[in-house]
């Protein structure tokens, strides 16, 4: 985990969407993009918890249970993400999950 | 409400590891109340260095027992094969209780491989203690506790059928109260506010003391109930009545093929005379020893502060002198204590162990002879003089005159010895200044406060290791101390400015009027020339921070002791930052 305190001095930063008139006319992202910067800055946020809820489920139960479906490691990439590391982030998305 | 004091023997999450608490983790109030320097990191020795033997634990549980009668002594052990004998030892040693800490136990901050790879679970460990027990006709002096991971009314049934009268829940109560589970334990990043000194993240904390009341109120409700299907009435009646337990017959796991369980479920039978559960108090034998006359003969001055002067004879089975009268200052007058010197006492003989031993603010122990190991253990506030009997012809600075382990875990108060003390000298001495004349292997070692000034040879090597805090002085007339020393963190120095010097000549000329020491004297007749030959022991982490807190405390802004130290944290971090930056 790249920031202990994060959580404590980067506050919560959300995308914004897109004007919904707009979104009827076209099949492209809902959300707008953020700096890249200000991403790694939102990835310091992940506390890196013991029982890492958004990451640990068993997948025959998935998503009745918490947790990511295909158990992607969502706090590692968290941290690469926050130090920058975008290729080794995709690398390790990829070992977890085929889509492209 | 009882009081419990607990020996943990082994620590279940770091056997053998110890504690290290970082320096920028030490703030003004932890550093406050460890009794150390904020910004100086705390070193936490993985053994007791004052036990490393069974005897050394029996003198620990006395010593605790004379410094509070009404507490219950526990020992906390870990659940392994072969604790069932170390129980039996604690037992004997007169402990009230005893603990078996399963494996499951300890989720909180400790690294990953002391959480998988130490202990095994508790059922093993109790189960072999509470037959080592009952076999060896102990079970009915002493009280079984368990913990590790117990969630449920079953566990604690089980646990009881098993040979444990009493439980302990932990991660359980902290859930109950909104613990996460985070692992941040030693962060101080808590998210829940439980494990955290951080105000904003406190604020956070939504238990509530009726929570946790409800919660043991549903623990003991349902072993109750499971107490009535069983049909026992108490909870002596069902301690160690295994055959109401049987191992579950559709766990078809290939793993548990061929374990055999009958081991675990055996039932201890008690002889006529014993019981299963702890029906017998402890002898403690602390009924007939000299602080009880030292209590009465002071009364005056435990009531209303007059001075008193005692002398009695002490000998070597005179052990852990001082605590218990220690004891009734601290009930009535805190940790304040009575002013200096209001209780002298004359001791003359050879004093057993734990001479002095938490010896609070108020008394001044002159002890004419010798005494053995343990020498003012957590000395607290009291001033303590040794010499050797006037009739003595040995020389003073050339023998041993008090044991192992003197000032172990002193906080505060004088001592001054006219000899040599034996091996680990000060070990975690966190405010007491000591003048001696030599020390033995591992001088003042994981000291963090206070004053050594050692008038003699270090003897042995390893002198300051883990020394965070604190200053020691050494006479080194032959120059042979600085290979003797751990340099790790600490460095030498000389005695270079007039105020140290001063305070150092006061101290020795102290030194001499209380014992009459030769070595003092020879000194003290041509200090100026002398005082070269003292080398200062300085830990470099300790003398920076003095450095900030004598720049805050010169500025003048700042007037109690805590601002200070407050704002010389803040500096330390800053320095970090910017250094980082």
Not at chain 2, 234 to 255: A, F, N, Y
Not at chain 2, 343 to 369: D, H
Request: contains cysteine; hydrophobic residues 35%; charged residues 25%.
């Amino acid at each position: 985990m790249g920031n202990p305190t994060g959580f404590i001095n980067v506050g919560r930063a959300l995308p914004t969407e897109r004007k919904a008139d707009e979104r009827l006319i076209d099949w492209l992202e809902v959300y707008e993009d953020i700096p890249l910067k200000d991403v790694e800055k939102q990835a310091s946020r992940c506390m890196d918890c013991g029982v890492p809820f958004c990451q640990s489920a068993k997948s025959e139960f998935a998503p009745a249970v918490a947790g990511c479906p295909v158990n992607n490691v969502i706090p590692e990439w968290n941290d690469l993400v926050y130090r920058g590391r975008w290729k080794d982030a995709v690398e390790l998305l990829h070992k977890t999950n085929n889509f492209p | 409400m009882q009081t419990n004091y607990k020996l943990k023997w082994h620590k279940v999450q770091n056997q053998g590891e110890g504690g290290q608490l970082p320096g920028d983790k030490v703030d003004a109030w932890i550093g406050k109340t460890r009794g150390s320097t904020p910004g100086v990191g705390l070193i936490s020795p993985p053994p007791h260095h004052d036990i490393y033997s069974i005897e050394d634990l029996s003198q620990l549980i006395f010593d605790l027992k004379n410094a509070n009668r009404e507490a219950r002594v526990n020992v906390k052990l870990v659940s392994e094969a072969g604790v069932g004998t170390i129980a039996s030892g604690v037992s004997k040693a007169y402990a009230d209780v005893v603990l078996i800490a399963g494996h499951d136990g300890g989720t909180g901050a400790s690294p990953l491989s002391s959480i998988k790879h130490t202990g095994l679970p508790w059922e093993l460990g109790l189960a072999e203690t509470h037959q080592t027990l009952v076999r060896n006709k102990l079970r009915s002096r002493i009280t079984v506790q368990t913990d590790g991971q117990l969630k449920t009314p079953r566990d604690l049934a089980i646990a009881t059928l098993l040979g444990a009268e009493e439980y302990g829940m932990a991660t359980t109560a902290l859930v109950v109260e909104g613990c996460i589970m985070m692992r941040k334990c030693h962060l101080n990043t808590c998210p829940v506010g439980i494990a955290t000194q951080d105000k904003g993240l406190r604020d956070k904390f939504t238990g509530r003391a009726d929570i946790l009341v409800n919660f043991f109120t549903m623990m003991a409700e349902g072993l109750r109930e499971i107490m009535a299907e069983l049909g026992f009435k108490s909870i002596d009646e069902m301690v160690g009545q295994t055959q109401c337990l049987k191992p579950r017959s559709d766990v078809d796991h290939w793993k548990y093929k061929g374990i055999d369980l009958s081991p675990l479920l055996h039932k201890a039978e008690s002889d006529e005379s014993e019981t299963l559960y702890q029906s017998i108090a402890q002898k403690h034998l602390i009924d007939d020893i000299i602080d009880r006359n030292m209590i009465k003969d002071a009364q005056a001055a435990l009531d209303s502060q007059q001075s008193v002067e005692l002398e009695y004879d002490v000998i070597n089975t005179d052990r852990t002198v001082g605590a218990m009268i220690s004891n009734e200052i601290s009930k009535k007058y805190q940790a304040e204590g009575l002013p200096e010197n209001t209780i002298k006492v004359k001791f003359n003989g050879s004093a057993g162990q734990s001479f002095g031993c938490f010896s609070a603010k108020g008394l001044r122990f002159e002890l004419e002879g010798d005494a053995n190991d343990y020498f003012g253990k957590g000395l607290s506030g009291a001033n303590l003089v040794v010499y050797p009997s006037k009739q003595a012809k040995f020389s003073a600075s050339e023998n041993i005159l008090i044991g192992n382990v003197a000032f172990f875990g002193a906080t505060s108060g004088t001592a001054f010895i006219r000899g040599v003390a034996g091996e680990r000298f000060c070990v975690r001495n966190s405010g007491a200044t000591a003048v001696v004349e030599g020390v033995g292997d591992h001088g003042c070692e994981y000291m963090t406060g206070g004053k050594a000034v050692i008038l003699g040879s270090t003897g042995g090597r390893n002198f300051a290791a883990g020394m965070s805090g604190g200053v020691a002085y050494v006479l080194d007339k032959n120059k042979d101390f600085a290979p003797k020393c751990n340099m790790e963190m600490v460095s030498l120095e000389t005695v270079d400015t007039d105020a140290e010097s001063a305070e150092l000549k006061a101290l020795i000329t102290e030194h001499f009027n209380a014992t009459g020491s030769d070595v003092a004297s020879e000194l003290l007749e041509n200090w100026n020339n002398n005082v070269k030959h003292f080398v200062k022991v300085m830990p470099v982490d300790y003398k920076r921070m003095q450095g900030y807190m004598n720049d805050v405390r010169t500025s003048g802004n700042f007037e109690s002791e805590y601002d200070i130290a407050v704002k010389a944290f803040d500096i330390h971090l800053n320095n970090i930052a910017s250094a980082k930056a």
